[in-house]
C-alpha cells in the first residue's frame, strides 16, 4: 500500500508561482509513475502532468504545458508540481496519483492510489 499526502495549496493571484509536494508513505514510489490530476467545481476530474519512475520522461495537458512542471525525488519518495503563470482558471483541487506507468496514467482504471487532495484558488 501506499499512502499520498499532497501539501503547497493556497489562495495566490493570478499571475503568481506555487509549488505543490506530494509525499509518499509505505512502499516505494521508484517503481511506479507519479501524475497530478485536479478537479474543479462542477466539473470532472481531468489530467495535469505525469512522470516517469526514473523522471526521465514527463507529460502535460495541453493546458499546463510551459507553465507547470513536474518532478520527483525518489530518495525523498516526494513528487513535485512547480506551477507558474497561474491563472483563475487553474483553480481546483489538486490530486497526487500513482500508476504503473505514465501510459497508464489516464487510463480507466489506471491510478492504483490517490492523494486526498490540496486546494488551489487563484484570484484575478
Known amino acids: 500500500q501506499v499512502q499520498l499526502v499532497e501539501s503547497g495549496g493556497g489562495l495566490v493571484q493570478a499571475g503568481d508561482s506555487l509549488r505543490l509536494s506530494c509525499v509518499a508513505s509505505g512502499r516505494t514510489i521508484s517503481d511506479k509513475a507519479m501524475g497530478w490530476f485536479r478537479q474543479a467545481p462542477g466539473k470532472e476530474r481531468e489530467f495535469v502532468a505525469a512522470?516517469?519512475?526514473?523522471?526521465?520522461?514527463?507529460d502535460y495537458a495541453d493546458s499546463v504545458k510551459g507553465r507547470f512542471t513536474i518532478s520527483r525525488d525518489n530518495a525523498k519518495k516526494t513528487v513535485y508540481l512547480q506551477m507558474n503563470s497561474l491563472k483563475p482558471e487553474d483553480t481546483a483541487v489538486y490530486y497526487c496519483a500513482a500508476s504503473p506507468w505514465v501510459a497508464t496514467m489516464t487510463q480507466k482504471g489506471g491510478v492504483h492510489y490517490w492523494g486526498k487532495g490540496t486546494l488551489v484558488t487563484v484570484s484575478s
Open positions: 512522470i516517469s519512475r526514473s523522471g526521465g520522461s514527463t
